[in-house]
């Protein structure tokens, strides 16, 4: 148990579904992530937050929206997905990112796997 | 382009040392190094962190040159579960890039 929870481990959905993923961390952290993990290519960072503030944003579709309520919840709303968004969802927390400090280190939850139909 | 480059796969034996080298030829003034460990079914698990030259904990060491071109993870006297695949992640604020993992395999 690394303290960060992800819900639903596994999803199936259509294309024309909507349906979010929920992370919660529970390590008194103040910096989310989302990341996507496919086979074959690396981990692709997609969002951070970081004191509640997106602060990445590395040029992810619109049909993926993230929110963060407060520093222990994320989410990634989804919707029209396409079939090459099946992959490996993981949520990361860390402390939050300090100007000219190293990167934090990051607790990862176990991922949703998402497939899409 | 920043890129971070690591062998695909990687097999040892048990009792042996480890050795994966990364390669990070752009890397940036303010990148840090860092390395993951990843199961089967789990999220990836924080190893070890440097800047330049050794860094060294209970379970790794890191090797990074002068010139930061590259780093190397040091696994001493790997066992079974050390079975897993390895990340290198290089990068500072807002900006991190994982290569495509090390899957290694220890062998009895």
């Given amino acids: 148990e690394t303290g960060v929870t992800q819900t639903p481990r596994h999803l ?12 919660e961390q529970h ?13 074959k290519k690396p981990l692709e960072l997609m969002f951070v937050y970081s004191l509640e503030e997106r602060v990445e944003n590395n040029s992810v579709p619109s049909r993926f929206s993230p ?10 709303h989804l919707h029209t997905l396409q079939p090459e968004d099946s992959a ?9 990112f300090m100007g000219g400090s190293p990167p934090p280190e990051q607790y990862f939850g176990p991922g949703t796997r998402l497939t899409v139909t | 382009l920043a890129k971070t480059t690591q062998p695909i796969s990687m ?3 048990e009792g042996q040392e480890v050795n994966i080298t990364c390669s990070h030829n752009n890397i940036a003034t303010n990148d840090y190094i860092t390395w993951y460990q990843q199961f089967p079914s789990q999220g990836p698990r924080f190893i070890i962190q440097g800047y330049k030259t050794k860094v060294t904990n209970e379970v ?4 990074i040159p002068a010139d930061r071109k590259s780093s190397t993870l040091s696994l001493p006297r790997v066992s079974l579960s050390d079975t897993a695949v390895y990340y290198c992640l290089r990068g500072s604020q807002g900006n991190l890039i994982f290569g ?9």
Avoid: I, R
């Fill in chain 1, 67 to 76: 929110e963060c309520p407060n520093s222990s919840h994320l989410f990634l």
């Fill in chain 2, 100 to 108: 495509k993992g090390t899957k290694l395999s220890v062998k009895p």
């Fill in chain 2, 60 to 63: 790794a060491s890191l090797f």
């Fill in chain 1, 12 to 23: 199936v959905m259509g294309m024309t579904n909507k349906k979010s993923l929920k992370c």
């Fill in chain 1, 27 to 39: 390590l008194g952290h103040n910096a989310m992530y989302w990341y996507k993990q496919s086979a």
């Fill in chain 2, 11 to 13: 097999d040892s034996y």
């Fill in chain 1, 88 to 96: 490996l969802y993981l949520c990361a927390s860390s402390q939050e």
